[in-house]
Nanobody, 123 residues
Framework: QRHLVESGGGLVQTGGSLRLSCAASGFTLDGYAIGWFRQAPGNEREAISCISSDGSTIYVGSNKDRFTISRDKGKNTAYLQMNSLKPADTAVYYC?????????????????WGQGTQVIVSS
């Protein structure tokens, strides 16, 4: 059974950085697409980025300017490096595994989700 656990969230000031981790167990992470999503209070869940099993990456909107997705095969862990954080980035961040990023990662394409990690960016 595939299992994902996020970590690395916390409180950071505007302009700061965080690196979120997504540790996988029960499966080999690089055999699947891994997506990062976030959901702020009162908002719908939105996709941030996705890395395919072949290592190709997709970023949604302008996220590529500040966010970087990666994975470490040896640690069976994916990461989301977030720089120049803004209060609008405040949300619960989730990682998820699925079978492809496709042209636009969508939540329904991912069938295994972590519990989420809270990111709060103070002004």
């Amino acid at each position: 059974q595939r299992h994902l656990v996020e970590s690395g969230g916390g409180l950071v000031q505007t302009g700061g950085s965080l690196r979120l981790s997504c540790a996988a167990s029960g499966f080999t992470l690089d055999g699947y697409a891994i997506g990062w999503f976030r959901q702020a209070p009162g908002n719908e869940r939105e996709a941030i980025s996705c890395i395919s099993s072949d290592g190709s990456t997709i970023y949604v909107g302008s996220n590529k300017d500040r966010f970087t997705i990666s994975r470490d095969k040896g640690k069976n862990t994916a990461y989301l490096q977030m720089n120049s954080l803004k209060p609008a980035d405040t949300a619960v961040y989730y990682c998820a595994s699925g079978y492809g990023c496709y042209s636009n990662p969508r939540g329904p394409d991912f069938d295994t989700w972590g519990q989420g990690t809270q990111v709060i960016v103070s002004s």
